[in-house]
């Protein structure tokens, strides 16, 4: 059995969403563009919280590993007039609807759109970075942890995204559950360990959505 998101509480998330307020013009269309293609982007309440974080950090710079078609980004790029951000993304054809939107949105002077792969885009960005934000293939966390924590400056953030798992992070899986799980699943497991031991970060998952990591570069 798959487990359901983990709002566990019936109501929660069509709450937070009202409070919220639904989005308008180019950021809706993004989320809709998103919905018709089952395409997994982190969606208007973690978008928010990005944000907020971005702001409370007065972030300048933001290195994304796996932008999509730059819906996080335009999160980002919200919190500042001079926040820039580098995406990376395996696919062109995200880089050119990222761009198309972020047009629109009167940002994309301020997003320098990596193709490639985005651990080897990171290695190539200069840092330091305010922000790391991991949102890319869960196998690879740990890699993506290690290679790019030395491009945070201190007191930078590294986040990552889905380190719940849909609860697989810490439930059995079962014999029957999708393929991408059983593949995935060792990666997200171990980033969670290495997050929370190594010395130098100290990182704490806030339960939102599923599950949000927060490493704070001390
Ligand atoms: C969950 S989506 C990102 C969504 C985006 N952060 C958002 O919320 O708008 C993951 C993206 O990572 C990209 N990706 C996964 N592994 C990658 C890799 N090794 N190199 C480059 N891109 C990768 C995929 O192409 C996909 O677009």
Redesign the pocket.
Known sequence: MEFDRLDMVDGLYPYLSKLAGPETGVMAEMEEYGRRRR????GPILGRFLQQLAVVSGARRVL?I????????AWFLRAHPELHVIC????EL?RERALEFLVRLGSADRVDFRV????QSAESAAGPFDIV?C???KS?YPDAFERTLPKLRSGGLFIA?NVLWRGYAFADLPDNAPEFRKVMTPGIREFNRIAHQLPGVLTSIIPLRDGLSLSVKL
Not at 39 to 42: D, K, L, Q, R
Not at 88 to 91: G, H, L, V
Not at 116 to 119: C, M, N, T, V, Y
């Open positions: 395409f997994p982007i982190v994304e796996g932008s999509g078609y730059g819906y996080s980004a990376t993304d395996s696919s995200n490639g792969d985005a651990l934000f949102d890319m293939d690879r995204d």
